[in-house]
């Protein structure tokens, strides 16, 4: 059986995380995770629900450490928590946050620790243990954008091979400061912000900064320039913030295509070069591209896609083959090969809508919405009927000067009049998750 060691540095005096409170050298976090392995339950699963990202990374290395599989949702809701600790109920919950984590009349009796890294006792160490490739290192669920959140689960080794695709891609090394806006519990998060510096000699923020003002702060707390990890919906915000930013080396994009027009702004507003990731809980992040210049997506090094007929000889689904994905996970997305190295992707397959025998995709009629003046944010759903055919469609937005007509109005300049929406709802919010997600179960209590 083969085994590969925890993390793939040994710089172990050189800064791994930087904090508000100071910087933690390879060999601090490997002494406080360490000391954590020894003091967690045994249990089979770790639903691990850590918001700081320090944390995060300490009980993310003491559980691999223990032989422990992680379980990472998709967001940190109780009702979330409470449903994975029924499905898994061999497990335990690592938080550093003290309440509402579970709710006590439906925590199924887990067993929550509490870990802050700042109350944990300090030292040094560079003992670096071997784990097995085969070891189930974590279960990482879906958004549930379009359903209930499904599990899919990441070997050590696969994770390993999957992640120095990555480092060889963007170049990451002992130059690179990591600051992101994304939780370590996505799988995009933890591709760059975790798996990323354990493979690697980068440093990375430990915290997840919400507002422009943090935004800035924390990428100006390393000597190093840093790299913002980010998504589509906060670089919109940060390009509307009229503040001043620090000299980056890069801005790194996923969890939704960005249009053109987006990544434009975003690299006038810093002056680097902004980069796309393109993956999924499944297979991981397998391509990227540079937005401005480029439509194309680029496979990652030795990643394949493999094109599969329906019965009548049509190009069906698309499957990525790699070494480090065994299962060869099938891609949401319509995707259209160029050559072996590039192609296009056209959104979800499940995105594609058809009123009155004609179709349009949710994806395109919601850039058409979010782009009309005066829309903070916006989406179309689908409302189905009884018998699960497409109804109508609805609308709900954010806007501090548009009306409802208003709405209407605008996109009845733009798209056919039958995908107009029948209902729209003018919102506060929309319940979007740190991805920018909307989960399904969301939608469905705004509709009702």
């Not at 600790?85 to 709710?103: E, N, W």
């Amino acid at each position: 059986m083969t085994q590969l060691p925890l993390i793939s540095r040994n710089d172990f005096d050189k800064t791994w995380v930087v904090t508000d409170e100071g910087e933690l050298s390879v060999a601090d976090i490997l002494f406080r995770a360490r000391a954590l392995s020894q003091q967690l339950p045994g249990h089979q699963y770790c639903l691990l629900l850590c918001e700081q990202r320090v944390n995060f990374i300490i009980g993310f290395l003491a559980a691999l450490w223990r032989g422990q599989t992680v379980l990472l949702p998709p967001n940190r809701s109780p009702e979330v928590s409470e449903s994975l600790i029924a499905d898994y109920p061999d497990s335990f919950c690592l938080t550093d946050v003290d309440k509402g984590t579970l709710r006590d009349d439906r925590s199924h009796g887990a067993e929550v620790i509490l870990y802050d890294y700042t109350q944990a006792e300090s030292g040094s160490s560079n003992e670096i243990p071997l784990i097995d490739s085969s070891q189930l290192a974590c279960l990482v669920f879906t958004s549930g954008s379009t359903g209930k959140p499904a599990a899919n689960a990441k070997f050590w080794g696969d994770l390993v091979q999957g992640v120095s695709l990555m480092q060889s891609r963007y170049d990451i090394g002992v130059h690179d400061y990591l600051v992101a806006t994304v939780p370590p519990q996505h799988m995009y998060g933890l591709e760059t912000t975790v798996l990323l510096p354990m493979m690697s000699e980068a440093s990375v923020y430990g915290g997840m900064p919400f507002y422009p003002h943090d935004i800035s702060r924390v990428l100006g707390l390393s000597g190093k320039r840093a790299s913002l990890i980010t998504t589509p919906l906060h670089l919109r915000v940060i390009v509307k913030a009229e503040i001043n930013w620090p000299a980056l080396r890069q801005v790194i994009s996923a969890t939704a295509p960005l249009s053109q027009e987006d990544a434009v702004r975003v690299e006038q507003l810093f002056g680097v070069g902004l980069r796309e990731i393109y993956g999924s809980t499944e297979s991981g992040a397998i391509a990227s591209r540079n937005t401005v210049g480029e439509r194309a997506w680029h496979l990652y090094d030795e990643v394949k896609l493999l094109h599969e007929k329906d019965d009548g000889g049509m190009d069906d689904s698309t499957r990525v083959i790699a070494r480090h994905l065994p299962h060869q996970p099938v891609l949401a997305d319509r995707i259209e090969s160029i050559d072996d190295e590039h192609f296009l992707m056209f959104g979800r397959s499940s995105d594609m809508i058809k009123i009155a025998g004609k179709r349009a995709s949710l994806a395109g009629l919601n850039h058409r919405l979010n782009a009309i003046a005066g829309i903070e944010d916006g989406v179309f759903v689908q409302n189905e009927a009884d018998t699960g055919d497409v109804l109508r469609l609805s609308v709900a937005f954010v806007s501090a000067e548009l009306s409802s007509d208003d709405v209407i109005k605008a996109l009845g300049q733009q798209i056919d009049p039958v995908f107009l929406p029948r209902r729209v709802l003018k919102v506060a919010k929309l319940p979007r998750n740190e991805t920018g997600k909307l989960p399904h179960s969301e939608m469905k209590k705004i509709l009702e």
